[in-house]
């Protein structure tokens, strides 16, 4: 079987994880690996017995050739065709049926969870099967055009050497971003791991407030950790740098307010209410507060280009990871493909 169709098969088969994780105990960023495979599993397992009898993933031809513009919507059709769309349909239904069920029994059933939003409706249904169908049907989308740039690049020797030098323009970035990780994992720490000369001040980056006023679950984890540095005696005070611009987006409110209801004096807590951006904190701790060393308190996403910004300002810092739960894969994957894409632009630009 071509290279082409294993990638299809494997698609499905991470779409499906991804969406057992999402709409499972990711949904709130509250899952643990136990409970997500307990998501997971059944649903990979329900898709890959239903596929058996549709015959879904048999008879993949070996290669897909060449193509004209000219011959272009045929060529397009013939790879939908192939994908067998009204059988997918088929095993889709299925899958998306077993996992609203399943969803609504593991929390009621398993965790005895009495959330509400996870109480079996027609509603509940409609919208998980359209959230699952959406992103089965992108991703089913992106391998169609995928298809259809190799086989026109066969054609034409001006589309293969762009497609030549994207590719390696990707490999290029993808090594630089990797090099400037490499250059900052010396300075990447744990709260466990955390040196005992390390800088006595915090500096914790907001991170969002959700719809019902609440501080969003990576927010929340940067303050805990913060706590946890204080209550270990690793630091003497925390700035709580975020936008507290307005009452819709009042970060520095609610981090001040965790780490006091945690037990922090307020006279070891420095008010920043104008971190409206990363660097902007950074600027602040150094030429508003006087800091030169600081302890960095983010996700390990951020810790990098945390790194990276103190560094153009002059701070001797390093960086704690705040990761303290799983949090969800479509908000982890946004966050680590944005900074992915930010980094040799920043170094470029610092």
Known sequence: MDFHFILIILGDFIVIIMMGFYAGVGIWESGTVQHILGMIVPSLVVWGISALPFKLYSGLPKAIGSTRWKELPAFIDNLVKLQKPLRVFCVWAITC?????????????????QSYFYRFSIGTAIWYVTSYATFFLLWRVIWTGFMTLIGLSRSYKLLHCICIGVQIFIVLYAAAVAAINLHYESRKYKVD????DAPRTALVFGAGVYRNGQPSAVLTD???????????GL?????MSGDNSDESRNEVDHMVRLAVEAGVPESAILRDDYGIHTAESLYNAKNVFGKDAIIYVSQDFHNVRILMTGDRYGLDGIAVAADR????ISSWMTWYILDWLRLPIYWIHY
């Open 235 to 239: 630091i003497d005070e925390m700035i």
């Open 97 to 113: 049926v077993f996992q609203t069920f399943w969803i609504s029994f593991y929390w009621r059933g398993v965790i005895h969870s």
């Open 193 to 196: 791991t955390v040196p005992a």
């Open 222 to 232: 940067r303050v805990n950790t913060a706590i946890e540095l204080y209550q270990r």
């Open 325 to 328: 739960r799983i949090y969800n």
